[in-house]
């Protein structure tokens, strides 16, 4: 028995000791990202497709791609995201009347798709910790959108916890970005 609990103990402590708090330079971007960021293509890139964008943000024409991914695309890029305050997991004013918009698209024009909700956290906390906090914040968001009648079966969630950042920046302004649920429309 106590050869057991320490083993447990020893794999605990090699495992907690494992986690990285620095963002890699291969982390995706996503909306938000700096200009340069997004424009930036290594050398050895091949023609990007074109991309036509109509003025709600949804894209009406990818070369390359079929027409469910092109669909799916422009009406991912028409999803709202939701910020939280520090340390918080409640849905404010602001983010609700964003959820109601997803739940309208989620049941209109998005009804053949899943949804992923994507909870991030700023870089604040232990990655346990963040990891929790944005399962919370994706629960939050998706018992928000099961309210508004999106079928509950539809949704998935998943927690970054920290490591998906949009802004990199040391500043209040920059920690309040990455505090988000990001919705992803999936087949």
């Known amino acids: 028995m106590k050869k057991a609990l320490l083993?447990?103990?020893?794999?605990?402590?090699?495992?907690?000791?494992c986690?990285?708090?620095?963002?890699?330079?291969?982390?995706?971007?996503?909306?938000?990202?700096s200009q340069a960021q997004s424009t930036a293509q290594p050398e050895s890139a091949a023609e990007p497709d074109t991309v036509v964008v109509d003025e709600n943000g949804g894209v009406s024409s990818l070369e390359g791609a079929d027409e469910g991914e092109r669909t799916m695309s422009a009406l991912e890029k028409?999803?709202?995201?939701?910020?939280?305050?520090?340390?918080?997991?409640?849905?404010?004013?602001?983010?609700?009347?964003?959820?109601?918009?997803?739940a309208?698209?989620?049941?209109?024009?998005?009804?053949?798709f899943n949804i992923k909700i994507e909870g991030n956290c700023d870089e604040w906390g232990s990655d346990e910790y963040n990891f929790a906090?944005?399962?919370?914040?994706?629960?939050?968001?998706?018992?928000a959108l099961v309210a508004d009648g999106v079928a509950a079966d539809r949704i998935?969630?998943?927690?970054?916890?920290?490591?998906?950042?949009?802004c990199f920046d040391k500043t209040p302004e920059c920690w309040a970005k990455n505090r988000r649920d990001d919705f992803k429309l999936l087949p």
């Open 104 to 112: 309208a698209l989620a049941n209109g024009d998005a009804s053949d």
């Open 133 to 143: 906090l944005g399962l919370k914040r994706a629960k939050a968001a998706k018992d």
């Open 19 to 33: 986690s990285s708090k620095t963002p890699t330079a291969e982390a995706p971007e996503t909306e938000g990202a």
């Open 78 to 102: 028409r999803m709202k995201t939701i910020y939280f305050a520090f340390d918080k997991f409640d849905i404010t004013p602001e983010a609700a009347e964003k959820l109601s918009a997803n």
């Open 7 to 17: 083993f447990g103990a020893a794999a605990l402590m090699i495992l907690a000791g």
């Open 156 to 166: 998935t969630m998943v927690s970054y916890g920290e490591s998906n950042p949009v």
